[in-house]
């Protein structure tokens, strides 16, 4: 008996001086809160083990080297206690009489009096010192497994698991505790033992606890690992960025126990939610940033923000998760990835379906604008096929005229129309060259008889765009007709240089354009005062293919409302360099 | 046996060549008279409330807010007797046959109907 009980208790300092290291091992790579307390936890509880083989076997009067042992021993529930505090809440009582009783505890140790030789009867003052050590100890622990069980319940499996054995392990060292002190005094070695035993188990159980092994962990989360697969499997078939969001969002919430989590799209609007009030959206939001590292779970505070190519994952994470769900974090970086490459996906189908409405909704307002030239003409020509002798001549010539602007306005609509046609599938040639653009807006504003003030900025006369001379023209003669049409006197064209690029801004004193419309303005047939436009033969296309030129010569064109009243249309084009030709 | 006539018609179009092909056409038959023209909603309602034409000819894309399909009820509720013809270069004979304030869908393209059509809804095609 005597040699097991040797070969347990050499095992029991294995094995809780390999929960210390592992611990200890924990906290260097992560130092928070929980893996601080738990490394002083078994710390401690090492520090008891290794000196209880140190020191010579209790004498009648404990040494100084024995009571600090013991207060030691003495706060190791206390440390167990404080780490399970760290993340989960206790009421003020509780944490008020872990408190006093400990400081009692430590107290009573500094006056333990001699410990009874075996067989010999308990003094009281030893009773009282072990019967305040007990409720110190029981207390504690069994409030730390109390705490551990219940709140795992609420946990994804593997935390559940690992809380549970931990829970299970403190009830446990609890029971040998209580055995111990409480057996008979005279202690028979096969009881001794078969606390030992007991105790032998507890060390492994928190092992297990506090660092499963993976296949163990894979056995634990088999179910949700299914569930997620299956997921994974459905995102394939969705065909919009939100069905995506909202089928997922659910599976990696649970799989980290979560309180709730939010996909954002790529230009931080939310594409779904699951848990998350909206008030809680902008605190949520605030964490994304670009140029974070893709497919890792990055703490943001109380969140972990998951970066992918189109758009993040924010999951609002609990206490526990940190230190029980570091594995389950990683699993949802890998899903991520899968997420990701499904909302490209279902963004391309979106493309696609927004592609084919604009088409469809093309179409049929070019049909309309095509084929209201061709009923004028059509419905002249017959009208004077069939009644030429009912009209005077008078009549006749206002028919004609009328054919002569129909036709006028349909080879202005058809060549435009093959313009933005060309445009859209980028088979408009450009022939790019060194293009004085101040002298363009001369040219232009002269061929139009406009009176503009031409005004260059933070530039040399004669400064040059590398562009299609042709094209640059267009974009004046586009944005100059447009100024007088529907803007008013003075105007104004203001060359600027910008970032290596020639910025161009056509500026009038007009009404401007209705904020509700400035959104739409470059869309194909987008018209803002048609009566306006029809007055001067507009097709509705002509800011369209601004920006399409622009775009082809590698510049851009957009709209600044002017102050306090008018319209500031601009296009931008890279400078020419000095061996760019004319 | 006195004509029979019908007095009023008002043509909402926006485009002037437009208007002026429909009164020519329209013109063959003297007996119809084309009493008003509006280019927008709000003026073809007040029209259609003064003159209670017995038929609207009326165009989708007008100016304004509101277009063609929208203004059918509001003219027809201004003009509870008049009948109104869609004429209109979109396709929109589903959109007219669901609107009950219009009573005839005419494509553009069918121009060379337009008399015909005009004569029959104004009871004038005997």
């Given at each position: 008996?005597?040699?097991?009980?040797?070969?347990?208790?050499?095992?029991?300092?294995?094995?809780?001086?390999?929960?210390?290291?592992?611990?200890?091992?924990?906290?260097?790579?992560?130092?928070?809160?929980?893996?601080?307390?738990?490394?002083?936890?078994?710390?401690?509880?090492?520090?008891?083990?290794?000196?209880?083989?140190?020191?010579?076997?209790?004498?009648?009067?404990?040494?100084?080297?024995?009571?600090?042992?013991?207060?030691?021993?003495?706060?190791?529930?206390?440390?167990?206690?404080?780490?399970?505090?760290?993340?989960?809440?206790?009421?003020?009582?509780?944490?008020?009489?872990?408190?006093?009783?400990?400081?009692?505890?430590?107290?009573?140790?500094?006056?333990?009096?001699?410990?009874?030789?075996?067989?010999?009867?308990?003094?009281?003052?030893?009773?009282?010192?072990?019967?305040?050590?007990?409720?110190?100890?029981?207390?504690?622990?069994?409030?730390?497994?109390?705490?551990l069980?219940?709140?795992g319940?609420?946990?994804?499996?593997?935390?559940r698991k690992r809380m549970r054995l931990m829970s299970v392990a403190a009830?446990?060292?609890?029971?040998?505790?209580?055995?111990?002190?409480?057996?008979?005094?005279?202690?028979?070695?096969?009881?001794?033992?078969?606390?030992?035993?007991?105790?032998?188990?507890?060390?492994p159980l928190f092992f297990i606890a506090f660092?499963p092994?993976?296949?163990?962990?894979?056995?634990?989360?088999?179910?949700?690992?299914?569930?997620?697969?299956?997921?994974?499997?459905?995102?394939?078939?969705?065909?919009?960025?939100?069905?995506?969001?909202?089928?997922?969002?659910?599976?990696?919430?649970?799989?980290?126990?979560?309180?709730?989590?939010?996909?954002?799209?790529?230009?931080?609007?939310?594409?779904?939610?699951?848990?998350?009030?909206?008030?809680?959206?902008?605190?949520?939001?605030?964490?994304?940033?670009?140029?974070?590292?893709?497919?890792?779970?990055?703490?943001?505070?109380?969140?972990?923000?998951?970066?992918?190519?189109?758009?993040?994952?924010?999951?609002?994470?609990?206490?526990?998760?940190?230190?029980?769900?570091?594995?389950?974090?990683?699993?949802?970086?890998?899903?991520?990835?899968?997420?990701?490459?499904?909302?490209?996906?279902?963004?391309?189908?979106?493309?696609?379906?927004?592609?084919?409405?604009?088409?469809?909704?093309?179409?049929?307002?070019?049909?309309?604008?095509?084929?209201?030239?061709?009923?004028?003409?059509?419905?002249?020509?017959?009208?004077?096929?069939?009644?030429?002798?009912?009209?005077?001549?008078?009549?006749?010539?206002?028919?004609?005229?009328?054919?002569?602007?129909?036709?006028?306005?349909?080879?202005?609509?058809?060549?435009?129309?093959?313009?933005?046609?060309?445009?859209?599938?980028?088979?408009?040639?450009?022939?790019?060259?060194?293009?004085?653009?101040?002298?363009?807006?001369?040219?232009?504003?002269?061929?139009?008889?406009?009176?503009?003030?031409?005004?260059?900025?933070?530039?040399?006369?004669?400064?040059?765009?590398?562009?299609?001379?042709?094209?640059?023209?267009?974009?004046?003669?586009?944005?100059?007709?447009?100024?007088?049409?529907?803007?008013?006197?003075?105007?104004?064209?203001?060359?600027?240089?910008?970032?290596?690029?020639?910025?161009?801004?056509?500026?009038?004193?007009?009404?401007?354009?209705?904020?509700?419309?400035?959104?739409?303005?470059?869309?194909?047939?987008?018209?803002?005062?048609?009566?306006?436009?029809?007055?001067?033969?507009?097709?509705?296309?002509?800011?369209?293919?601004?920006?399409?030129?622009?775009?082809?010569?590698?510049?851009?064109?957009?709209?600044?409302?002017?102050?306090?009243?008018?319209?500031?249309?601009?296009?931008?084009?890279?400078?020419?360099?000095?061996?760019?030709?004319? | 046996?006195?004509?029979?006539?019908?007095?009023?018609?008002?043509?909402?179009?926006?485009?002037?060549?437009?208007?002026?092909?429909?009164?020519?056409?329209?013109?063959?038959?003297?007996?119809?008279?084309?009493?008003?023209?509006?280019?927008?909603?709000?003026?073809?309602?007040?029209?259609?409330?003064?003159?209670?034409?017995?038929?609207?000819?009326?165009?989708?894309?007008?100016?304004?807010?509101?277009?063609?399909?929208?203004?059918?009820?509001?003219?027809?509720?201004?003009?509870?007797?008049?009948?109104?013809?869609?004429?209109?270069?979109?396709?929109?004979?589903?959109?007219?046959?669901?609107?009950?304030?219009?009573?005839?869908?005419?494509?553009?393209?069918?121009?060379?109907?337009?008399?015909?059509?005009?004569?029959?809804?104004?009871?004038?095609?005997?």
């Amino acid at each position: 008996m005597g040699r097991a009980a040797e070969i347990v208790e050499w095992l029991q300092l294995v094995g809780w001086t390999s929960l210390a290291i592992a611990a200890l091992n924990l906290w260097r790579r992560r130092r928070t809160g929980p893996s601080t307390w738990l490394a002083l936890t078994f710390g401690a509880l090492a520090v008891v083990v290794i000196g209880g083989r140190l020191l010579p076997d209790v004498a009648a009067e404990p040494t100084f080297p024995l009571r600090v042992l013991l207060a030691v021993l003495v706060l190791f529930p206390y440390l167990l206690y404080r780490f399970v505090a760290s993340m989960v809440e206790r009421s003020r009582w509780e944490w008020v009489l872990a408190h006093v009783l400990t400081a009692a505890a430590v107290v009573d140790v500094s006056a333990v009096p001699a410990f009874p030789e075996a067989g010999e009867p308990r003094s009281v003052a030893f009773v009282v010192f072990l019967v305040v050590f007990l409720v110190q100890w029981t207390f504690l622990l069994s409030r730390a497994a109390w705490q551990l069980w219940r709140a795992g319940s609420a946990q994804p499996a593997v935390a559940r698991k690992r809380m549970r054995l931990m829970s299970v392990a403190a009830s446990m060292l609890a029971l040998t505790l209580v055995l111990s002190a409480t057996g008979p005094s005279s202690g028979t070695s096969s009881a001794d033992l078969a606390v030992d035993i007991i105790g032998l188990l507890v060390a492994p159980l928190f092992f297990i606890a506090f660092h499963p092994p993976r296949t163990l962990r894979l056995v634990w989360r088999q179910r949700e690992e299914a569930d997620l697969r299956a997921t994974e499997i459905g995102l394939v078939r969705a065909v919009s960025r939100t069905e995506v969001a909202a089928a997922w969002l659910p599976r990696v919430s649970d799989l980290v126990g979560g309180r709730g989590a939010i996909v954002f799209d790529m230009d931080r609007s939310v594409l779904a939610l699951h848990n998350i009030s909206p008030a809680e959206v902008a605190h949520m939001s605030a964490g994304l940033e670009d140029g974070m590292p893709r497919y890792t779970a990055v703490e943001v505070g109380s969140h972990r923000v998951v970066a992918m190519h189109n758009g993040w994952l924010v999951v609002g994470i609990g206490p526990l998760t940190p230190f029980f769900g570091d594995d389950e974090l990683r699993t949802v970086g890998a899903s991520s990835v899968v997420a990701d490459l499904a909302l490209g996906r279902a963004r391309l189908f979106e493309l696609e379906r927004q592609a084919r409405a604009a088409m469809g909704d093309f179409v049929a307002i070019a049909s309309h604008d095509l084929r209201t030239p061709v009923t004028v003409i059509s419905g002249f020509t017959e009208l004077m096929r069939s009644q030429w002798d009912a009209h005077d001549d008078a009549e006749k010539q206002d028919f004609l005229d009328a054919i002569a602007r129909q036709v006028h306005h349909l080879d202005r609509l058809i060549g435009d129309l093959l313009t933005v046609t060309k445009l859209d599938v980028s088979e408009i040639d450009v022939f790019p060259r060194a293009v004085d653009v101040e002298r363009t807006a001369r040219e232009v504003a002269a061929e139009l008889e406009i009176d503009a003030d031409i005004r260059t900025e933070a530039l040399t006369s004669g400064v040059r765009v590398f562009a299609d001379p042709d094209h640059v023209a267009r974009m004046l003669r586009n944005y100059l007709s447009n100024a007088v049409t529907y803007g008013g006197p003075p105007i104004v064209v203001d060359i600027s240089g910008r970032n290596g690029s020639v910025v161009v801004c056509v500026r009038d004193t007009g009404p401007g354009v209705p904020e509700e419309f400035r959104s739409r303005l470059f869309e194909k047939f987008a018209r803002a005062d048609k009566k306006k436009s029809r007055s001067v033969g507009g097709t509705g296309l002509g800011l369209s293919i601004v920006r399409g030129l622009a775009e082809r010569n590698r510049g851009d064109a957009w709209y600044e409302p002017e102050r306090p009243t008018g319209s500031r249309f601009c296009f931008r084009l890279p400078v020419a360099s000095s061996t760019d030709e004319a | 046996m006195p004509e029979r006539t019908a007095r009023v018609l008002v043509i909402v179009e926006d485009e002037e060549d437009m208007r002026m092909m429909i009164r020519a056409i329209l013109a063959v038959d003297r007996r119809i008279e084309i009493c008003g023209e509006a280019a927008n909603a709000a003026d073809a309602i007040e029209a259609a409330g003064r003159l209670d034409p017995g038929l609207v000819i009326l165009d989708h894309s007008i100016e304004g807010d509101i277009m063609g399909l929208e203004a059918a009820p509001l003219i027809k509720a201004a003009a509870p007797g008049a009948k109104i013809l869609l004429f209109s270069a979109f396709d929109m004979r589903k959109e007219a046959e669901a609107e009950p304030a219009i009573d005839e869908f005419l494509s553009k393209s069918d121009v060379r109907r337009l008399l015909p059509v005009v004569q029959r809804l104004v009871g004038l095609n005997d």
